[in-house]
């Protein structure tokens, strides 16, 4: 069987959205999406990074980002300040509170994930993830207008 271009998508939208509505319904009692959840958690791993940065890190809208952190700010779980270098950058850090919240949410998010793994072959994971990579270099366009990742087959 031969997959289409389209089978590959519509899986990855399914696949995205089941894994998306899970997420949400674990976090809804304690008042985050999944969205919400994703800016916390790339800013524990790194934390009073611009926010031009975590837009590119969340692979997200600048608009939808922002939207987020006023909200996320005004729960008092990240803050907004001026960037130490430069002064048209906001620079976005967790508080104590938001890392507490994050640290709770991610303990009771571990079986979503644990269900992600337990889907795979330990080997499979690793393979899975430079699939996923590849696709999102294939479809994030360089400033050329060709893909940003070299496709399969392809030099450089």
Known sequence: ?????HDMAMGLRAAYWAMHRQTDACLARR???ADQFVLLALLAERD??????LVRRA??????VRAMLVLLESRGLVVRGQHPTDGRARRVTLTRRGRRV?????AESEPLRQRLLDAFE????DTLVDFLARIGG??????AGKPARPLKGEKR
Not at 59 to 64: H, L, P, R, Y
Not at 102 to 106: D, S
Not at 122 to 125: A, F, G, K, L, Q
Not at 138 to 143: G, K
């Open 1 to 5: 069987m031969v997959t289409s271009g």
């Open 31 to 33: 008042g985050v999406t």
């Open 48 to 53: 009073g990074i611009s926010q031009q940065e």
């Open 59 to 64: 692979s997200s809208d600048a608009n939808t």
């Open 102 to 106: 994050y640290e709770r949410l991610w």
């Open 122 to 125: 330990p080997e499979e994971t």
């Open 138 to 143: 294939a479809m994030t366009p360089s400033p």
